[in-house]
């Protein structure tokens, strides 16, 4: 770090200045000079460009103590080498607690966690900077020396708390969270439930709190997709979701905006390949469009068809997949392989063992049943229906095939419905894809329901996504 940048930004008056990271040795005798009394927080480098929910910066900087005439306050805290995409946000708070009013906030991000591109450096140093106001910092204005200062944020604390406190949602919020989830949908969520949602790296959650109750919170699980045949990474929004009394504050300066650009700028600005969906009613994917935060690329549609004969068809059989027979995987590799060369013009998410085990198999709450289709004569498979029975009715939550082979499957989960009693089928599928699926007895509906993808922060044109994907309710995390 250049001792001459930081003559400028530092406040005049000394205190406890707080060195995180390595790299600042070279400093260390102007800062003593100047009448600054140094403390240092070093970092474990092999953990500092790795976290979950935590990183290592923000638990140094708890953890340091200032001088005993500094009332616990730091005057300044400078961060050295500071990765990204780690993500800021939990040692942007921690530094709003540990400095004075009007106290100094440099983080100096390490040089190989940018793009080369000029542009989308300055992108994403706009990103961090928002970020930092966001959670009660002033982003100094040092445009007389940007070539010095590119690879820099620099904050002073605000006089005024935000109004909401944005965090990353981790085991130790799960109580709060559980609360405004029963208050925003009726319903509780279970610890296992959220558990196989967020664990292991699947998802994130980014909350707004004021006065320790969470107020917003906005979910993202990670899925594994291909887009026209390129294995991609997308973020599918989940439990998106504000407090039924803060509802009336949906702008840009509201909870629910906040937390909705914090996770479009943690975890796709810095991916600006990844893909981001979700499946929100019109009325609340309006409401992103309003504010810039997203535009819509497709629609759901809903498909139902009455119950059929329950006589054996002569061509094909059933059975159940076991999942503990290597050759079911190896057939359901074969169907997933032919439907994606089926699909080199869509998105779609990834359809292997793998997804199908996580997402039924292993699921928490709801069982679901993994049907083989085959063919009588030669046992060649010929697609994988996945159902559950809700109420009256059978739900065809998922297929993988080839498909051509659609309408086979679609009336053999037909004739699976009347034999358990139930009255018809239905499906979601994404509204291009309906021809595949419909016939004479069958309804179509509108359910409400749109495929929003992010405009907020860089990513693929919204132009070329229109009507690409291929999503049917087993695509959801609630269904």
């Known amino acids: 770090m250049r001792i001459e940048p930081l003559i400028e930004i530092l406040p005049k008056t000394a205190g406890t200045l707080l060195r995180v990271g390595s790299g600042v040795d070279e400093i260390a005798p102007w800062l003593r000079e ?11 480098q092999s953990a500092a460009a790795v976290l979950e929910h935590h990183d290592e910066a923000s638990r140094a900087l708890l953890a340091a103590e200032p001088a005993p005439q500094d009332g616990g306050l730091f005057a300044a805290i400078l961060v050295q080498d ?14 709003h607690d540990r400095l004075r009013t009007g106290g100094m906030l440099v983080i100096s991000i390490a040089a190989d966690s940018f793009p080369a591109d000029p542009a989308q450096r300055r992108s994403h140093l706009g990103y961090l900077g928002a970020l930092a106001t966001r959670c009660g910092f002033i982003v100094e204005d040092r445009a007389e020396d940007q070539d010095a200062s590119a690879d820099l944020v620099v904050c002073r604390k605000g006089a005024r708390a935000p109004r909401w ?26 610890l296992p439930l959220w558990h196989w949602k967020y664990s292991d790296g699947r998802g994130h959650g980014i909350i707004a709190r004021r006065d320790e109750r969470i107020i917003a919170h906005y979910g993202c699980t990670r899925r594994q997709v291909l887009c026209f045949g390129r294995p991609m990474s997308a973020l599918q929004m989940c439990d998106v979701m504000v407090d039924p009394r803060e509802r009336g504050v949906m702008t840009k300066q509201g909870a629910m905006f906040l937390t909705t650009a914090t996770m479009l700028e943690l975890y796709l600005a810095l991916q600006p390949d990844d893909l981001a969906f979700g499946f929100p009613s019109r009325r609340s994917s309006r409401l992103g469009e309003r504010l810039g935060l997203y535009a819509e690329v497709g629609r759901i549609a809903e498909i139902r068809w009455p119950a059929v004969s329950t006589r054996p068809r002569l061509r094909t059989r059933l059975r159940a997949i076991d999942r503990d ?73 998922d297929l993988v095939g080839p498909l051509a082979h659609i309408p086979l499957l679609v009336d053999q989960a037909r004739r ?35 495929i929003p993808t992010n405009v907020w922060v860089e990513g693929p044109d919204v132009e070329q996504l229109q009507d690409k994907w291929w999503l049917m309710s087993g695509d959801t995390e609630f269904h």
């Open 325 to 397: 027979d290597p050759g079911d995987r190896a057939l359901i590799a074969g169907l997933w392989s032919s439907m994606s060369r089926d699909l080199e013009g869509a998105i779609v998410v990834i359809r292997d063992w793998e997804y199908l085990r996580y997402r039924y198999l292993d699921h928490p709450q709801h069982r679901y049943d993994l049907i083989l289709v085959t063919s009588r004569l030669t046992s060649r498979p010929l697609g994988l229906l996945v159902l559950r029975q809700v109420g009256e009715a059978f739900e065809l939550l």
């Open 82 to 95: 500071h990765r990204l995409p780690v993500p800021p946000l939990a040692l942007l708070n921690a530094a």
């Open 34 to 44: 100047a009448g600054y009394r140094l403390v240092d927080a070093p970092l474990d």
């Open 165 to 190: 406190r944005l965090d990353l949602l981790d085991e130790g919020a799960i109580a709060g969270f559980a609360d405004l989830f029963r208050k925003a949908f009726n319903t509780d969520i279970s």
């Open 416 to 450: 699976l419905a009347a034999r358990a009693g139930a009255g018809s089928v239905f499906a979601w599928i994404t509204r291009q894809h309906v021809p595949r699926f419909v016939t004479k007895d069958a309804t179509v509906t509108d359910p409400d329901v749109c």
